[in-house]
C-alpha cells in the first residue's frame, strides 16, 4: 500500500480525553475515530490489526474443534424474559422497540439466543457436545465507557458456547478454551494469566479470567511469581487428550482477581507475590444448567430420561485486545506492534522523493516485498524525512526500510526494528532476505 493513497490521519497533538497510552496512540495514529461516547470507527489502520486478531482467535477456536457462526446484534426480549435476564441486565442493555412496537435488543452477549437455536434442533445426548462460536458486536450500556476500546460501549467478542451431557463433559470442553486461550493470547506475543474470577451475572461455579498485567488496568490483581517467568504453552495440543493435568498446571498456583482475592493465602506466598493491575482481555464460565433449565433446553440421556444440557460460555475481548496489545507494547515514539498483528509488517520510507535512484529502489523494494507475500506500507509522500520518521515510528510497523541517496551511492540501505531500535546497513538483496517471510 502506498502511503499517498492510504487513509492515514494521524494526529499531531495528543487528543485531550484520552487518559492512557493505548487510547492516545489509537487516535493519534489514525487507527479509530470516536462516533458517540463508547462507540467507535475503525478506520483503516486499525480495522487491520482488528482483523489479524480476529483471525488468530479464529483460528484457535477452530483447532479446538469450536465451529464458527453468526448470530444477529438484535436480538428478541422474549428469550431474556424466559431466562429472566430482561429485567437482571437493567440499564446497561439497549433496549429498542420495532415498528410493530415488539421489544428487542442490541445484544450484550448470546446466552439466551444460542440457548434458543439449540433446543430446536439436538434432542439427543449422541448429538453431544456442541461446540460453537461467533465474532460479533456486543452493546453494553456501560456507566462510564472509557479509556477507549479497552471499555467500550459497542465492542466486539468472540463468544463460544458448549452443551454436554454432564459436568465431566462440561469440564472437558471448558478445558478446551482453557488452553485455547492460553495459545490465542500466545500468539498476540501476550501474556494472559489464567486467574480465578467471580462469574458475575453470567452465573455458575467455574470461571477464570485471563488477565494481562499493565499499569493502566481496571482491576487490582494478585499472584504468584512464578507465573510471571512461566513457560506457556509451547508445541501441539492434542484437545481429544486430557487436558485436565496441563489445566491444573495452570491452576495450582495462587492467581485471583479482585474480588476474590485473599488476604491470608497472599501473605502465605511473602515475596512470591504480585500484586499489580490487570487488564481481562478473556473470561470463561461453566454454568451448568443454569439456562437450559430456564428455557427447557434438554435431551434424552442414555438411561431415556431428559436431561437439561451443561453448559459454558467463554468471551475474547477482541476489540479489547488491540488496546491491550498497545498497553503491553508501546513507547513514548509510539506503538510497538508484534509481528502477528502488524498492519503492516514493513514500512518503507524514500526520503528523497522526486530523486530517480530513490524512487527506482523503493519501487523495486516494494514490488519484490509484495511478491513475496510481505506487507508493505510505502511512505512516498513528499515530506521532510522527519516527519516521515516520526509517522512510522507512531504507527509502529514491525520494520522500517529507509532508503536516502547517500546510502544508495554505496548499494546501500537501512533497516531499522522498531522493537529495539537497532538499524543497520544492507543491500537491498540483504533487506530483501532478511524480510522475506
Ligand atoms: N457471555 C460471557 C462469555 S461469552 C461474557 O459476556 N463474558 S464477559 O462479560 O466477561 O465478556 C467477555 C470479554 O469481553 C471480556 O473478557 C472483555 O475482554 C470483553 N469486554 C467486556 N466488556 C467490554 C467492554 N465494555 N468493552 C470492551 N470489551 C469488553
Redesign the pocket.
Known sequence: MRLTKFFLPTLKETPAEAQIASHRLMLRAGAIRQASA?IYSWLPLGFRVLKKIEQIVREEQDAAGFQEMLMPTIQPAELWRESGRYDDYGKEMLRIQDRHERDMLFG????ELITDIFRASVRSYRDLPQLLYHIQW?F?D?VR?RFG?????????????SFDLDYEAAKRSYNKMFIAYLRTFERMGLKAIPMRADS???GGDMSH??VILAETGESEVGCHRDFIDMDWISSDIGYEDDLQPLVDGFTAKYAATDDQRDGEQEKALGDDLVVGRG???????HFGNKYSKAMNALVTGPDGADVAVEMG?????????V??IIEAFHDDDGIIWPEPVAPFRVGLINIKVGDDACAEACGNLYEALQAGGVEVLYDDRDLRPGVKFAGMDLIGLPWQVVVGPRGLKNGLVELKERKTGERQELSIESVLARLAT
Open positions: 463508547g450484550p452477549t448470546n446466552e456486543k453494553r456501560e465507557p476500546v479497552m471499555r467500550g460501549r459497542e465492542f466486539l467478542m468472540k463468544d463460544s458456547y458475575g451475572p453470567i479470567e485471563f487488564i481481562e482481555v478473556g473470561h470463561i464460565f460460555s467463554y468471551g475474547i475481548g477482541v476489540s479489547r485486545l488496546g491491550a
